[in-house]
């Protein structure tokens, strides 16, 4: 989905994600570069093609389709769909497209077992539950797991992942070790029982904070784009090599007064405490600007921050720009980044909105993107 009709302009600084994947990958065996939901809006093809030139040799997408994108994009690496092969379609274009699907179920290993042809097995990604609770095979499924195997000359194993809680909240880390010492339970019982594959259990967080987790591949998001998963925590300076790769600015239609004691936007929300002068963003809840930001979060404007006055609209939003010199219609009002000392961060505006620097990225990256390197 593209929306189309906004001022909005979201650029992506291709080179800093460059320079994320390269702190990342100093820090680990291979990192491979998490690219699912159009590359977290920052732009599938694009990021793809710049991770591949800073040596990524594998990227996961979510669904087949995605898969599909990639490789018709040009991506020669290796691909993961981390969704897995949902019918034997997919499971097809995964044997044509050599598109490595995580599997979660025997009924799926058999589906995609029976869509190899004779000349080789379709390599496939197993996925553990360890604590997350979401999808994968339990460590008490590892009997009837191999029990199977013989049957499904199709499929190799090639991956065996599992995904962590809260590998971001470092008080909480208990239940992260748990979750590793099952999955290293797990990956011992296959090895011991002849199979061998690759093991991955690191996201963003767990790549940053948790070495010992590292096995043979990581899975990093986030930190990709450059928000740090730690932020807020005692562990936050593990991720403070990060640069964020989305500036979001927009122009400013209109400079006017708004006289002490009058009020602002839908429902009369704000009103100016003292003689004040606003300014009105073309911005709003369509460009997925949230309108929980109404009266919250703040813009920068000609480098400085312009706190947003009443509710956001449809298509326009208010800040107030009293205490900032020089403002005048065509200026940038930026809702995210910006050039200058004092950026919005990602962390900053999903504070504000209520929500994760992942869904500020995934809804403002709706928006028609430009990208710089
Ligand atoms: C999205 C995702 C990741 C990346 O997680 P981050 O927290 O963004 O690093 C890794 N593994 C799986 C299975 C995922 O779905």
């Given at each position: 989905?593209?929306?189309s009709?906004?001022?909005i302009?979201?650029?992506?600084?291709l080179?800093?994600?460059?320079?994320n994947f390269t702190?990342?990958?100093?820090?680990?065996?291979?990192p491979?570069?998490?690219?699912k939901?159009?590359?977290y809006g920052?732009?599938?093809?694009?990021?793809?093609?710049?991770l591949?030139a800073?040596?990524?040799?594998?990227?996961a997408?979510?669904?087949?389709g995605e898969a599909?994108k990639?490789?018709?994009g040009?991506?020669?690496?290796r691909?993961?769909?981390?969704?897995?092969a949902l019918?034997?379609e997919?499971a097809?274009?995964c044997r044509?497209?050599?598109?490595?699907?995580f599997?979660?179920?025997l009924?799926?290993?058999?589906?995609?077992s029976d869509?190899?042809?004779?000349?080789a097995p379709?390599?496939?990604?197993?996925?553990?539950?360890?604590?997350?609770a979401r999808?994968?095979?339990?460590?008490?499924?590892?009997?009837?797991?191999?029990e199977a195997l013989p049957?499904?000359?199709g499929?190799?194993?090639?991956i065996?992942?599992?995904h962590?809680?809260v590998?971001?909240e470092?008080e909480?880390e208990d239940y992260?070790?748990?979750?590793h010492?099952?999955?290293s339970?797990?990956?011992?019982a296959l090895r011991?029982?002849?199979?061998?594959f690759e093991?991955?259990?690191?996201n963003s967080?767990g790549?940053?904070?948790?070495?010992?987790?590292h096995?043979?591949?990581?899975r990093?998001?986030?930190?990709l784009?450059?928000?740090?998963?730690?932020?807020?925590t005692?562990n936050e300076?593990?991720?403070?090599?990060?640069h964020?790769?989305?500036d979001v600015g927009t122009?400013?239609?209109?400079?006017?007064d708004?006289?002490?004691g009058?009020?602002?936007?839908?429902?009369?929300t704000?009103?100016?405490?003292?003689?004040?002068r606003?300014?009105i963003?073309?911005?709003g809840?369509?460009?997925?600007f949230s309108r929980?930001l109404?009266?919250k979060?703040?813009?920068i404007v000609?480098?400085q921050?312009?706190p947003?006055?009443?509710r956001?609209?449809?298509?326009?939003?208010a800040?107030d720009?009293?205490d900032?010199p020089?403002?005048?219609?065509?200026?940038?009002?930026w809702?995210?980044?910006?050039?200058?000392?004092?950026?919005?961060t990602?962390?900053?505006?999903?504070?504000?909105?209520g929500t994760?620097t992942?869904e500020?990225?995934?809804l403002?990256?709706?928006?028609p993107?430009?990208?710089?390197?």
């Amino acid at each position: 989905m593209t929306i189309s009709y906004n001022n909005i302009s979201v650029r992506i600084h291709l080179d800093r994600i460059r320079d994320n994947f390269t702190l990342l990958r100093n820090l680990a065996t291979q990192p491979i570069g998490v690219i699912k939901s159009d590359a977290y809006g920052h732009g599938l093809l694009p990021v793809a093609n710049t991770l591949a030139a800073a040596g990524a040799r594998t990227l996961a997408v979510g669904t087949v389709g995605e898969a599909v994108k990639l490789r018709k994009g040009g991506f020669d690496g290796r691909v993961i769909a981390l969704l897995g092969a949902l019918t034997p379609e997919e499971a097809c274009t995964c044997r044509i497209g050599h598109i490595v699907p995580f599997v979660f179920s025997l009924e799926h290993l058999r589906m995609i077992s029976d869509a190899a042809t004779d000349e080789a097995p379709i390599p496939v990604a197993l996925k553990f539950d360890t604590g997350m609770a979401r999808l994968g095979f339990s460590e008490a499924d590892i009997p009837a797991i191999l029990e199977a195997l013989p049957s499904l000359s199709g499929i190799k194993v090639s991956i065996v992942a599992s995904h962590f809680a809260v590998s971001d909240e470092p008080e909480k880390e208990d239940y992260t070790r748990e979750q590793h010492a099952t999955f290293s339970r797990i990956i011992a019982a296959l090895r011991t029982a002849g199979q061998s594959f690759e093991a991955t259990i690191a996201n963003s967080a767990g790549l940053l904070a948790y070495p010992e987790t590292h096995h043979e591949l990581q899975r990093p998001g986030i930190a990709l784009y450059g928000a740090n998963p730690l932020h807020g925590t005692a562990n936050e300076h593990l991720g403070a090599g990060l640069h964020p790769a989305m500036d979001v600015g927009t122009p400013i239609l209109q400079v006017h007064d708004l006289p002490k004691g009058k009020t602002i936007s839908y429902g009369r929300t704000f009103t100016a405490p003292r003689d004040m002068r606003v300014a009105i963003a073309s911005v709003g809840y369509a460009d997925a600007f949230s309108r929980g930001l109404s009266n919250k979060g703040t813009m920068i404007v000609n480098g400085q921050r312009a706190p947003i006055a009443g509710r956001v609209c449809m298509q326009m939003t208010a800040v107030d720009v009293t205490d900032i010199p020089k403002v005048s219609s065509g200026d940038t009002a930026w809702i995210l980044g910006g050039p200058c000392e004092n950026p919005v961060t990602p962390e900053e505006l999903a504070a504000a909105w209520g929500t994760i620097t992942y869904e500020v990225f995934c809804l403002l990256g709706l928006n028609p993107k430009t990208f710089s390197s």
